[in-house]
């Protein structure tokens, strides 16, 4: 693939420092700058020489040709905007947003021809937050989809898919209202559910019946350990979709407990071995 | 601990084939017997040496001083009766069931003077059943709860908790209405939620979705590979118990679902982060 002279990457958090420090390891770049809010993430990307360079703040982008924007979801829309006036023609933009859509479509409303956006969002990460928690190798293996729309030029994608790939993920193309869908599903409903299994617990045993636990809560409650902020803030941009998807969910749960309310054993066998079998029947 | 001379397990499973294997590595029976209804496990256990002697039924385990049984839930109590004719005085058995207070109140109602009971649910395991999945390893580290009741002489508690705390396992006693309340939320509540998850993800994107995901839904999901008809068995067992964890679980994803509906930030906020405090104050 093609090395852009100046790479960067706007939130040096768990995402973004990842991105950098896997970027930096394969010299993806000629350069990679950083920004970010807090001057001691800067200090400490710079110490782990994941960043080159170190920027309080968007104005000093203007020789960047690629940016990856990996800021809280709230935060994508106004970075684009502040970085409008900043950026030269020609230069892509992409981030890493757990909801696709409506970041999707403000920035084609907003954006102007000579620059590129491609939405993307990699299905990686970990409960725990920033850039103490970032690793290079967080993308190996992983899978990481890309919403390409009005505003992304067919070269930008292009080159978006290969660096995804190039750190070890495999790209899924996908429009970005089936996105918000589908991790609606699969990412979204489940966070909620592990924070209200958490919650369930504590009603039902107190912080004590935590030790009295095996696997099961720990790997189904792992996710609540994930910030709060950024998952009000996910929530609340992809409501409708999470809204179905919790209705799907709610569903479910009322099948099973109304085959378990009826003692009617085949049923509820019936319903634990779908799920059962589509689980077996995954590649 | 005192060496007893015969040791057997019925039932060579995930849970009695890891009890068999870990007692053997440390030898802490004098002759380690096995009872399994498949023929061909019996043979697996003895290639493994997790057993020094294959029994096809439970007639010829008159000399055993000790006896795990590590059968289904549905099986243990029929297990003690059809054992009661055939063991001598003095020895001792206990169980690894996921429900304890119908088991134990059942064996407490059965089982003559001269035997002991020793109610157990040791809290680990994995998705994968059965003695090829079993390890010597699997209760280092773990919680193993025990449940003494009318039937259970000190000695025999003494020594269960004993056997365990040699395994790696930390003992918690406990009455075993008591474990059926803590259990149906830490445990069973989880495994139909994650039944239920996989189903919600299925009905709103069908198998593909899974592709879509990352370690969320991975984590979320993993007890749904358990076999469906243990977890049938154990729901039906602990129903009422289960009924109220779902209670409390219904209402805490409602109460979460209804500050998402209503864009209500703080609220939302509020409710994850409850959950986020309690796990991040365990020990």
């Known amino acids: 693939m093609a090395i852009l002279e100046v790479g960067a990457v706007v939130g040096l958090g768990l995402i973004g420092g990842s991105f950098a420090q896997a970027c930096q390891g394969r010299g993806l770049f000629g350069a990679l700058w950083g920004v970010d809010a807090d001057p001691r993430v800067l200090d400490q990307a710079l110490a782990a020489r994941a960043i080159d360079r170190a920027l309080p703040g968007l104005d000093g982008l203007r020789d960047a040709r690629f940016v990856l924007i990996a800021t809280p979801v709230g935060a994508i829309v106004p970075t684009v905007r502040a970085l409008v006036p900043v950026l030269r023609a020609g230069t892509m933009l992409t981030d890493v947003g757990s909801v696709k859509a409506p970041v999707v479509r403000a920035v084609d409303a907003l954006l102007p021809p ?92 107190g912080p004590g019946a935590f030790m009295c636990s095996g696997g099961a809560l720990r790997d189904l409650s792992r996710v609540a350990k994930s910030p709060p902020a950024m998952w009000r803030d996910i929530a609340l941009l992809n409501r409708p979709r999470i809204l179905t998807a919790l209705d799907d969910f709610e569903a479910a749960l009322q099948t099973i407990r109304a085959a378990l309310e009826q003692g009617d054993a085949a049923g509820l066998h019936a319903h634990l071995e779908r799920a059962w079998q589509a689980l077996a029947s995954l590649p």
Not at 140 to 150: D, K, M, Q
């Open 114 to 205: 000579h620059l590129s956006f491609v939405g993307g969002h990699p299905l990686a990460g970990g409960e725990q937050p920033g850039f103490a928690a970032a690793s290079a190798g967080l993308f190996e293996g992983s899978r990481c989809i890309l919403t390409p729309s009005a505003s992304s030029d067919p070269s930008a994608v292009e080159a978006v898919r290969q660096i995804w790939e190039a750190l070890g993920a495999t790209v899924l193309p996908m429009a970005p209202e089936v996105h918000d869908r589908i991790v609606a599903a699969t990412s979204h409903l489940p966070h909620l559910v592990a924070y209200a299994l958490v919650a369930a617990v504590l009603a039902g045993g």
